[in-house]
């Protein structure tokens, strides 16, 4: 078979905190091995959490200085601190086809979507209930009872986004969200556009044959 570069999908992942963006990122970027873009963040880490793994944690004075030197393919505040996405990350995507995963909110889905509308595929995980997420993030234990607040109010606006996504998955049982973003995922790959090359030059074969 010919070699075509195809490129890269950017799949995109939002939800309000707690719907289980963060542990179905991880666990398709593992199954399809695909990169999972590393945000830079201006927030503190959390116990557990890794520098250059989770997040690349950054001084509010490196973040200004990559935004004004056009570091970022997109960024912006979320729970009062910045997030930004490396464009180093999107270009790999764009130019070498390795697809990638955003978990980002719906200001950055946006952005990306603006930018690359072709290349991106925009997925939105909604939790089974309100009162399932509540549970999930006291459960989780990450932050305080004030942070889980913030969270749970800022929760009912990212939910307002849920009509710029093209897909909504609803996380009830993990496995099921999980291979249904699978699907969403091996679709996109299938998408005629991203095929064209190799059926263009398929085709141009049959016809030099025909003469
Ligand atoms: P987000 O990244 O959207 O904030 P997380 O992936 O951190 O969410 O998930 C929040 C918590 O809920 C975690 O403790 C995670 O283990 C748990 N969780 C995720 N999906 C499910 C599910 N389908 N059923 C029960 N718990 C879940
Ligand atoms: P958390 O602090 O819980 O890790 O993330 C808070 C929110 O910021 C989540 O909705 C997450 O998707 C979002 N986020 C993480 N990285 C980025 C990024 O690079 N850009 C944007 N726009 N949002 C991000």
Known sequence: MMNFI???????????SGAGKTTLTKRLAETHNMLFSVSYTTRSPRAGE???TDYHFVTNDEFTRM????????????HGNRYGTSIATVNRAI???????????YQGGQQIRRQWPQD?????ILPPSMNELER???ERATDTAEAIERRLGMAR????????????VVNDHLDKAFSELSAIYVAARCARFRNEPLAQSLLSEVVKRDH
Not at 67 to 78: I, N
Not at 95 to 105: N, R, Y
Not at 120 to 124: E, M, P
Not at 157 to 168: C, G, M, Q
């Open 6 to 16: 195809k490129r890269g999908i950017l799949m995109v992942i939002s939800s309000p």
């Open 50 to 52: 890794v520098d250059g």
């Open 67 to 78: 935004v004004e030197a056009q570091e970022f393919a997109e960024w912006a505040v979320v």
């Open 95 to 105: 130019e070498q086809g390795t697809d990638c995963l955003f978990d980002i909110d």
């Open 120 to 124: 991106s595929v925009l997925c939105f």
């Open 136 to 138: 999930r993030l006291r």
């Open 157 to 168: 606006k990212e939910l307002a986004h849920y009509h710029e996504y093209e897909y909504l």
